[in-house]
């Protein structure tokens, strides 16, 4: 989200603009770390492009993605802060010799860096939850795609559009990844669009304190 970009570079200091591949990338530090922030845009392309571009350009050590997701009822509720332990696609299928959700050739799941990051801090904190992340690119508001989505990925504790290709390029790159992602809603629930409320103020705050606890 846009909002969450600019929390961020609320923190940052020192900061250069770089435009690559139609995308913004801002460098700069919080505290003692080097810090390149960009907003990827909506869908699988877009998250792959903008990570590409980034590992390219700047070699990071490792990639932290935010942003929101779709709960699944499987333990978070509406602004939980989802940690993706494990990454995986709910949309792709190759084949017989492959399972449900893997990429011929990749591992079925991708692992988050989470000692990297060292989250078992956040273990204490109830709105902070910790599992699988399903990707793929369809927005979910139903009951039939949420049934869809779980017969792939019947552990997914949250379902976003992004998270599974900046993942993929990560890990075929070799540069660790993170997703963090809040919960906006859960498909197919009694009154479904009810449930933002005062999501989309609220939200930013929520991926943002996560982000600036793992960068501390």
Known sequence: MQSELDMLLNEMVNIDLHII????????????????ATQCGIGKVNGAVGALTLIDTFAP????????????GNGAGVLDVVIGTEVAYHDVWCGPGNAPGQ????????????????TDRL??????????IASGDKF????????????????????DMESGAIAQVC??????????????????????????????????????????????
């Open 21 to 36: 591949n139609g995308f913004r990338y801002h460098t700069g530090m919080i505290g003692d770390n080097q810090v390149i």
């Open 140 to 159: 979910i508001t139903t009951p039939a795609d949420l049934e869809a989505v779980m017969a792939v990925q019947p552990s997914a504790i949250a379902i």
């Open 61 to 72: 050590d490792a990639i932290i993605n935010t942003g929101i997701a779709g709960g699944t």
């Open 103 to 118: 990429v011929q050739g990749l591992p079925e799941r991708f692992a988050g860096a989470t000692e990297l990051f060292g």
């Open 171 to 216: 890990h075929i790159k070799n540069v660790p990844f993170l997703a963090v992602r809040v919960v906006s809603d859960t498909p197919g629930v009694e009154n479904h669009l009810e449930q933002y409320g005062d999501f989309w103020t609220l939200a930013p705050n929520s991926t943002f304190g996560v982000l600036n606890r793992l960068l501390g």
């Open 123 to 132: 273990k204490t904190d109830h709105k902070v939850k910790f599992g699988l």
